[in-house]
């Protein structure tokens, strides 16, 4: 199986990093997999270096074979990897060209690997830019506050795109370090149920929330408890954007740390005088001491 392999990989969830041991750094049989994948420096890069070897390999060629460029300085690589250039692009100034039946091949052999080169990262390039991308922005801290008589963790989250979303979904789910009966210790992911997971119509934002009651697998847990077992919480969601026509999704996690046990997220949306909904996402994370049992003053079904 043609597959380069390395000792580590990094998955990453969010901010949160898995790492990985023998699995697949790159197939050869999947390489639009790796393209899309790249960063855009690193894409560009890549990019660059195919192109340049690409070149190199037909400059090679044409020093090998003495006297298959017309007007190509007698051992002069660079003049041989200049028209290695402009034949792969298809230019052709007219002042260096193939003269040789073993030259035309090769030049031959290169224009065609110069078409396919082009259309192929073309379309890598436009996939790439068309990739739609989620454009989310999540509170920096989950809260735990007391909702209708009950701990409840929340999630606040908005739409950081003036567009309104379609069909969002949610979920939230929770790693938590143990110790086994034999003393190793293991991770146990756990779903959290949500109070609504699901909404029609996202144009503003939405707190989930998951109830800490004896059925919670985070029943009785404290800011010292989460800690204790490295507890780490992981939201996706899912959209459909309709100015793009396309579902988005998108990924955030929290550690122990970021999980805030006694606050509350304050209200962001307030009615101007002439009536007019503003909903401020610059204060999507500002909390609050959790000293009222109520949701966000009346906006429990607006916020979505």
């Known amino acids: 199986m043609a597959v380069w392999r390395r000792r580590d990989a990094h998955v990453r969830l969010g901010s949160y990093t898995l790492r990985m041991k023998g699995v697949s750094a790159f197939d050869i049989r999947d390489p639009y997999h790796l393209a899309v994948g790249l960063s855009w420096p690193q894409f560009f890069a890549a990019l660059l270096f195919l192109y340049l070897c690409v070149n190199l ?9 003495p006297g298959s460029v017309v007007n190509a300085r ?12 402009e034949t792969l692009a298809t230019v052709g100034y007219g002042e260096l060209y193939p003269a040789a ?5 090769i030049a031959t052999v290169e224009i065609v690997c110069g078409l396919a080169f ?3 990262m ?4 436009f996939v790439r830019f068309s990739r739609p991308r989620a454009c989310m922005i999540f509170a920096p801290s989950a809260v735990v506050a007391t ?7 929340m999630v606040r989250f908005g739409n950081g795109r003036a567009s309104v979303l379609t069909n969002a979904s949610a979920q939230l789910n929770a790693l938590i370090s143990e110790t086994k009966p034999d003393g190793k210790p293991f991770r146990r992911a756990q779903e959290l149920k949500l109070e609504r997971s699901h909404v029609p119509i996202f144009p503003l934002y939405w707190t989930i929330m998951h109830v800490l009651d004896e059925e919670s697998p985070l029943f009785g847990y404290d800011a010292a408890r989460a800690a204790q077992v490295d507890l780490q919480l992981f939201v996706t969601f899912e959209a459909r954007d309709a100015t793009l026509a396309t579902g988005i999704h998108e990924i955030q996690n929290y550690d122990a740390g970021q999980i805030r046990f006694g606050e509350r997220y304050r209200d962001l949306v307030a009615v101007t005088d002439d009536g007019s909904v503003v909903a401020d996402l610059r204060r999507l994370g500002e909390l609050e ?5 109520s949701p966000e003053q009346g906006w429990t079904e607006l916020e979505i």
């Open 101 to 105: 039946p073993i030259g035309r091949v």
């Open 147 to 153: 909702h209708n008589g009950a701990p409840t963790l």
């Open 74 to 85: 007698p051992g002069s690589f660079a003049d041989d990897l200049f028209f290695s250039i």
């Open 122 to 125: 073309t379309g890598l390039t």
């Open 118 to 120: 082009t259309a192929i």
């Open 57 to 65: 390999a037909f400059a090679l060629l044409y020093w090998l074979v």
């Open 289 to 293: 001491p959790d000293d009222r049992d």
